[in-house]
Structure formats: C-alpha cells, structure tokens
C-alpha cells in the first residue's frame, strides 16, 4: 500500500476544496443538475491530471 506524505495529502484536500468552491461558484448562476456535473468531472478531470503529474514529478 503506498503512504501519503503529509504534503500530498494537503494538497489533495485543497484540490477537493477547489472544486467545492467551483460547483458553488457554478450553482450559484442557476446552472441546470446536468451542466454542473458536467463541468465538475471536467475540473475533476484537471485537478487529478494535475495531482498526478505533480507526484510524477517527485
């Protein structure tokens, strides 16, 4: 199993509280359920991308 340094695992919960701020941000316009679930996997997608290159990059 592998073990998650203190730094990456703050970094994970500030990339979680991004996209909780992004899909208020988005809700707040009155986006239909459908359209903000679909930008929330798109930035979900990014966040993760950029989570993985970072721990490539150690």
Known sequence: ???WS????IS???M?????LVVS???SYWLG???IVGMALVWAAIF???FVVVLLLM
Do not use: D, S, T, Y
């Open 33 to 35: 359920a459908r359209q």
């Open 6 to 9: 203190q730094g990456q695992m």
């Open 16 to 20: 979680v509280g991004w996209l909780i």
């Open 12 to 14: 994970l919960v500030a």
């Open 1 to 3: 199993m592998n073990e």
């Open 48 to 50: 993760l991308g950029a």
């Open 25 to 27: 941000g988005f809700a």
